[in-house]
């Protein structure tokens, strides 16, 4: 409990970097940009300002491209098997493919995610138990109250979870803060609490405390009776010597910030001589009693010019060469994409059309998205096959004989995310169960059209069943010989008969 205790800060000074990361992160992904680019804070106040979202491009496209498609998840056994059944009910019951998918697009511009695992009722017993029973729930925690311990030997290894989140004391306004602590151990949650006060308020919002006292009363110790703690972290991708994920924004921020800032220039440019002024030749304005030109330029958006017959009425305007601007626009867009690792492709943009291109062909192209999608997977597998050890390892624990099923590790095939090319999957499986089949028509059945194994057992009897049916036909069509004379053949051969039966022959 190093992290919290009397005379320490809320939230730890260690912490408070990645805290603020996540903060602006969020905002780049809702479009929000004002606040975190100054550059725009500078823009006079009755300018307009104009931000391009391709941050929230970024990570909505990792996270649809890792989750759109949901994975499967196999126990190794039967699909009536009770370990699968208990698979499926996991997955069911947290709806797992939906808070995977919002995991990931989180996980993208923050570079963690966390999941917690606990027994109890998804309502609090505020829903009758038959409708709302007690069962494993899994649910995801914000990244921003959650302070993990590694391992003094691997920085990268978490040893220790603490999940902490402060609240106001009702009827207090902001003056007194209780902050509630959870630390996951191996085996056991301990909880607490502490009294805090504010101790740093920005923009009228409290964002640090300081911990007063402990509130003795409320600590306690629960046995979990699992050999992990019960919150798993997912990075986003991260390096071997630390154990905060990498998100896909932090290192693309200059580059939104000249997208927002030439878009807003060049708005600027044309917004200024979208209604520009007019000069006219001196004496066309009305005088006042001192012969003076009556007129405002600012208001009147007109001037006179001396020399009545050296100008013609004509507007006042300037060739910005808004044409570099554009292209300067689209080359920082561009290099964007590509440090990304999104290609165009992806976009619909360019020359990405797909007519006439194989399956093949575009997954090609789609290389380097691919690459980025393979890596995150590889931090998903693994902890996702955490999380599904300590859901079951929790329900052998609360349940005891009653699971009546072995604990597994699950085997996870995600999905590539990209098109299905029907045509060319079946030509590919048609090849390959030829003349030197590689692959059987079991297996082949399920890749194409996503069966289980015991769906593609009925699928291949069905089909066994309809051959032997049209060999039964082939067979009666050959033993009957009149089965293949045609109509015309069949009354020549009675006539023929006729005439043979009146000559007596």
């Known amino acids: 409990m190093a992290l919290f205790k009397t005379g320490e800060y809320y939230p730890p000074i260690g912490h408070r970097e990645r805290i603020e990361r996540y903060a602006q992160n969020k905002k780049l992904f809702l479009g929000d940009h004002y606040d975190v680019f100054e550059r725009l804070q500078n823009v006079p106040s009755d300018s307009v300002y104009i931000s391009s979202n391709l941050a929230g491009l970024i990570c909505k496209k990792s996270a649809d491209f890792l989750f759109g498609e949901p994975p499967t998840f196999s126990a190794g056994r039967e699909d009536e098997s009770e370990e699968q ?35 109890g009722q998804k309502w609090g017993g505020k829903v009758p138990k038959k409708f709302d029973p007690f069962r494993v729930i899994i649910e995801p925690q914000n990244p921003k109250y959650v302070f993990p311990e590694v391992s003094e030997g691997d920085a990268s290894e978490i040893e220790v979870v603490h999940v902490a989140y402060p609240t106001v004391v009702e009827g207090t306004g902001d003056e007194e803060w209780i902050l509630h602590v959870e630390s996951h151990y191996p085996n056991r949650i301990e909880y607490s609490k502490f009294e805090i006060m504010p101790f740093d308020t920005s923009g009228m919002k409290v964002v640090e405390w300081k911990i007063q006292n402990e509130i003795k009363s409320e600590r306690r110790t629960v046995q979990t009776g699992v050999p992990f703690p019960l919150v798993v972290h997912i990075p986003n991708y991260s390096t071997d010597d630390d154990w905060q994920g990498i998100d896909d924004l932090s290192e693309h921020k200059p580059m939104f910030d000249e997208i927002n800032n030439r878009l807003t220039r060049i708005a600027e440019i044309l917004d200024k001589h979208a209604d520009p002024s007019i000069a006219v030749p001196a004496g066309v304005l009305g005088e006042d009693e001192s012969g003076n030109p009556v007129f405002a330029v600012g208001r009147d958006k007109v001037f006179e010019i001396m020399g009545k017959d050296d100008i013609v009425p004509q507007y006042i305007t300037w060739d910005g060469q808004l044409q570099a601007a554009f292209e300067e626009l689209d080359r920082v867009t561009e290099m964007l994409l590509v440090n990304a690792e999104i290609p ?68 996870i095939h995600f999905k590539d995310g990209l098109p299905q090319d029907d045509a060319e999957l079946a030509n590919i499986m048609n090849v390959r169960t030829g003349g030197k089949p590689t692959i059987s028509q079991k ?49 020549d051969d009675n006539s023929n008969q006729e005439d043979n039966d009146e000559s007596g022959e």
């Open 344 to 411: 165009a492709l992806a976009l619909g943009k360019g020359d990405s059309g797909t007519s006439g291109s194989s399956g093949l062909s575009i997954k090609f192209r789609m290389n380097s998205l691919l690459s980025k999608i393979n890596r995150k997977r590889q931090f998903y597998n693994k902890g996702l096959k955490k999380m599904f050890m300590i859901a079951q390892m929790l329900e052998h624990e609360k349940l005891g004989s009653k699971a009546n099923y072995d604990i597994v590790e699950p085997t």
């Open 443 to 491: 297996t082949a059945l399920m890749r194409i059209d996503g069966l289980t194994e015991e769906q593609a057992e009925a699928e291949l009897q069905r089909m066994e069943e309809d051959a032997e049916k049209e060999d039964e036909r082939n067979s009666e069509m050959f033993a009957s010989p009149s089965a293949f004379q045609t109509p015309l053949e069949s009354e």
């Open 85 to 119: 059944k208990a698979i499926d009910r996991i997955v069911e019951q947290n709806d797992l493919n939906m808070k995977l998918q919002q995991s990931a697009t989180g996980n993208a511009f923050r570079g963690d995610s966390f999941l917690k695992i606990r027994w």
